[in-house]
């Protein structure tokens, strides 16, 4: 299912709730969900934005009118938090969210710097390997020569 759907759904269903009376914290599997969402629409976004082949301009619009209507429903989301829950909650938030973020990154910069010292160890073994093969089949080749 596209990201933009689930979101618009997850969405829907936390502004209705919180309208009939439920509390914030009663829908924040509805939340996670949005937010889960919201940044897969974002990433979409970044990956249309990035590529060399970006294959029409209405995919481009496409992408770009989604993270705009995702920004929309944060913003409303931020008003429904300020609506129904206490005063520092969305701050909170926030801050929360940039910091899993931000150790998100980091811990991926960490798997790929880690899966790149692992590749340059294996070349290097691999060219050792390809040296010793070499001396090996010389030296083998040079003995049955000489006798």
Not at 9 to 24: M, N, P, T
Not at 64 to 89: A, C, S
Request: a positive charge; proline letters at 1%; glycine letters at 4%.
């Amino acid at each position: 299912m596209d990201p933009i759907t689930i979101a618009t759904a997850a969405f829907s269903a936390i502004k209705s709730s919180v309208e009939v009376g439920k509390q914030l914290t009663d829908v924040s599997g509805q939340i996670i969900k949005f937010v889960n969402q919201m940044t897969n629409v974002e990433e979409e976004h970044k990956k249309q934005k990035a590529s060399w082949f970006t294959s029409s301009n209405e995919e481009a619009l496409d992408t770009f009118f989604k993270i705009q209507k995702v920004h929309q429903m944060e913003e409303q989301l931020r008003e429904v938090f300020m609506l129904y829950g206490n005063i520092n909650m969305w701050n909170e938030f926030v801050a929360i969210r940039a910091k899993v973020r931000k150790e998100r990154q980091i811990a991926k910069a960490k798997k790929q710097r880690e899966r790149a010292e692992l590749l340059q160890f294996l070349t290097y073994a691999g060219l050792a390997l390809g040296v010793i093969a070499i001396i090996v089949i010389f030296s083998i080749n040079y003995f049955m020569l000489t006798k």
